[in-house]
């Protein structure tokens, strides 16, 4: 089973150092009564890019050759490895194609597209987009760079854990949302390496449960259905990559459902000043619904995974005031 050594991952971080964020810590509000005694929040949602993204998508383009620099590069996504990859692209000079299933939100599509990238809707989910574009990449000879099931993206996140170890030494339990398990499995290899005793704890929309289905089995399901208002955690299925290192290294995974998520949501906006999608928010929501007890840890951490949520509606009533 691949697993990112400590090596690897100081490489890699080195490679993509000047091109991304160290992302701070946040306590949560000293005088409140709503939120776990020690929680900080890794606000990993001021990323470049928005989200914890931007670590794989340089990983993968740092390292093309000359000539897959020239042919250019195709990605899929629900929103956040296109934006990623789209920014990457930019950065270094490499043109790329990002495919977006056509219930993408109008934000993340124009948030892409300002990047200068080609964008391509198809197909009712972020699976339906990923055939397309790797079927896209195959016939043009371009780089298909997957949002979770390559080694070069566990690589990438596998960065945000040994920095999250740095940051907080004495972290005693982690909290780490699920989509396809790109994060959650090179987190958690990375800081398992560090620190076994660490619990590490994934949260997955009730909608959208792909990673704990395949847990429960113990082979790769390919869900019937997904229902969540939490796009970007909402893969019909994981891959055989993340589900072994998730089985290996992550202690449990939880459900929340979409209220728990969008109350979790405006916690973080009125609590923390914090804007963010709804899968940003799905770690606050494991501990506030009941999911996790954190009363046994000492010195938890809640990763927020992506801020890419749409505020034009926040703005337009302030112009309208304006005017």
Same mark, same amino acid.
């Given at each position: 089973m691949?697993?990112?050594?400590?090596?690897?991952?100081?490489?890699?971080?080195?490679?993509?150092?000047?091109w991304?964020?160290?992302?701070?810590?946040?306590p949560?509000?000293?005088?409140?009564?709503?939120?776990p005694?020690?929680l900080?929040?890794?606000?990993?949602?001021?990323?470049v890019?928005?989200?914890f993204k931007?670590?794989?998508?340089?990983?993968?383009?740092?390292?093309?050759?000359?000539?897959?620099?020239?042919?250019?590069?195709?990605?899929?996504s629900?929103?956040?490895?296109?934006?990623?990859?789209?920014?990457?692209?930019?950065?270094?000079?490499?043109?790329?194609?990002?495919?977006?299933?056509?219930?993408?939100?109008?934000?993340?599509?124009?948030?892409?597209?300002?990047?200068?990238t080609?964008?391509i809707?198809?197909g009712?989910?972020?699976?339906?987009?990923l055939q397309?574009?790797q079927?896209?990449?195959?016939?043009?000879?371009?780089?298909?760079?997957?949002?979770f099931?390559?080694?070069?993206?566990?690589?990438?996140?596998?960065?945000?854990?040994?920095e999250?170890?740095?940051?907080?030494?004495d972290v005693?339990c982690?909290?780490?949302a699920?989509g396809?398990?790109?994060?959650?499995?090179?987190?958690?290899?990375?800081?398992?390496?560090?620190?076994?005793?660490?619990?590490?704890?994934? =949260?997955? @929309?009730? #909608? *959208?449960? !792909?990673m704990? %289905?395949?847990?429960?089995a113990?082979?790769v399901?390919?869900?019937?259905?997904i229902?969540t208002?939490?796009?970007?955690?909402?893969?019909?299925?994981?891959?055989?990559?993340t589900?072994?290192l998730?089985a290996?290294y992550?202690?449990?995974v939880?459900l929340?459902d979409d209220?728990?998520?969008?109350?979790?949501?405006?916690?973080?906006w009125?609590?923390?000043n914090?804007? =963010?999608e @709804?899968? #940003? *928010?799905? !770690?606050?929501? %494991?501990?506030?619904?009941?999911?996790v007890?954190?009363s046994?840890?000492?010195?938890?951490v809640?990763?927020?995974c992506?801020?890419?949520?749409?505020?034009?509606?926040?703005?337009?009533?302030?112009?309208?005031?304006?005017?």
């Amino acid at each position: 089973m691949f697993t990112p050594t400590l090596d690897t991952i100081a490489a890699v971080r080195a490679r993509i150092q000047p091109w991304v964020r160290r992302t701070p810590l946040m306590p949560v509000p000293a005088l409140k009564n709503d939120g776990p005694s020690g929680l900080r929040l890794k606000l990993e949602n001021l990323q470049v890019s928005g989200s914890f993204k931007a670590r794989g998508a340089f990983n993968h383009m740092l390292q093309l050759t000359p000539e897959q620099r020239m042919r250019g590069v195709v990605a899929a996504s629900g929103g956040n490895h296109g934006l990623a990859v789209a920014y990457a692209s930019t950065r270094l000079g490499v043109a790329a194609t990002i495919y977006l299933p056509e219930t993408a939100s109008a934000d993340r599509v124009a948030r892409i597209k300002a990047w200068g990238t080609t964008v391509i809707q198809y197909g009712s989910n972020p699976n339906d987009a990923l055939q397309r574009a790797q079927e896209h990449g195959e016939a043009e000879g371009m780089v298909y760079i997957h949002p979770f099931d390559a080694e070069r993206t566990v690589e990438g996140t596998a960065t945000l854990g040994v920095e999250l170890v740095e940051d907080v030494p004495d972290v005693d339990c982690v909290l780490i949302a699920i989509g396809g398990g790109g994060l959650i499995s090179g987190m958690a290899a990375a800081i398992k390496q560090l620190r076994p005793n660490i619990t590490i704890i994934g =949260v997955e @929309p009730v #909608g *959208a449960p !792909s990673m704990y %289905a395949a847990l429960q089995a113990g082979k790769v399901v390919d869900l019937a259905e997904i229902t969540t208002i939490a796009d970007t955690l909402a893969p019909r299925h994981v891959c055989e990559l993340t589900r072994s290192l998730t089985a290996k290294y992550v202690d449990d995974v939880v459900l929340v459902d979409d209220h728990a998520i969008m109350r979790a949501a405006r916690w973080l906006w009125r609590e923390c000043n914090q804007l =963010v999608e @709804p899968a #940003g *928010a799905a !770690s606050i929501a %494991a501990f506030q619904s009941g999911a996790v007890d954190l009363s046994r840890y000492q010195h938890p951490v809640a990763l927020i995974c992506g801020g890419n949520a749409a505020a034009d509606g926040v703005f337009e009533r302030y112009e309208a005031a304006i005017r």
